[in-house]
Nanobody, 121 residues
C-alpha cells in the first residue's frame, strides 16, 4: 500500500504564512499527478494546486500568486507554501497522489489524512 503523511498547517493571522508537506511511502514505482485539496464544512473538497510528473503546476484562481506547490520526486515529498493567507483560506487541506505501485500496475489514487489551516482576521 501507499501512505501519504501530512505535516505542517496550524493557526495564523491574516497575512501570515504556513507550509504544508506530504510525504509518500510504501510500494511506489512512480508518482504521477500530486495535488492539494481544501475542504470546509458544508462544501465539497476543492482543488487548490496540482503538480504533474513533468514539473508542470497549476493553482486555482483564488490562491494564485499566494500559494506555491512543489515536489521532490527523489524524496517523494510534495509541499505547499501558503503566503499572504486570508481567512477564506481556512479549511482542512488534503494531499492526493496518483501512484503506480509496480511497473505493470495501474495508477491508483491515495489521500492524506488532512491537516487544519486556520486563518484569523
Amino acid at each position: 500500500q501507499v501512505q501519504l503523511v501530512q505535516s505542517g498547517g496550524g493557526s495564523v493571522q491574516a497575512g501570515g504564512s504556513l507550509r504544508l508537506s506530504c510525504a509518500a511511502s510504501g510500494i511506489i514505482f512512480t508518482i504521477d499527478d500530486m495535488a492539494w485539496y481544501r475542504q470546509v464544512p458544508g462544501r465539497q473538497r476543492e482543488l487548490v494546486a496540482a503538480s504533474g510528473p513533468s514539473g508542470s503546476t497549476m493553482s486555482t484562481d483564488s490562491v494564485r500568486g499566494r500559494f506555491a506547490i512543489s515536489r521532490d520526486d527523489a524524496k517523494k515529498i510534495m509541499t505547499l507554501e501558503l503566503d499572504n493567507l486570508k481567512p477564506e483560506d481556512t479549511g482542512v487541506y488534503y494531499c492526493k497522489a496518483d501512484v503506480q505501485m509496480t511497473k505493470t500496475s495501474t495508477i491508483r489514487t491515495f489521500w492524506g489524512s488532512g491537516t487544519q489551516v486556520t486563518v484569523s482576521s
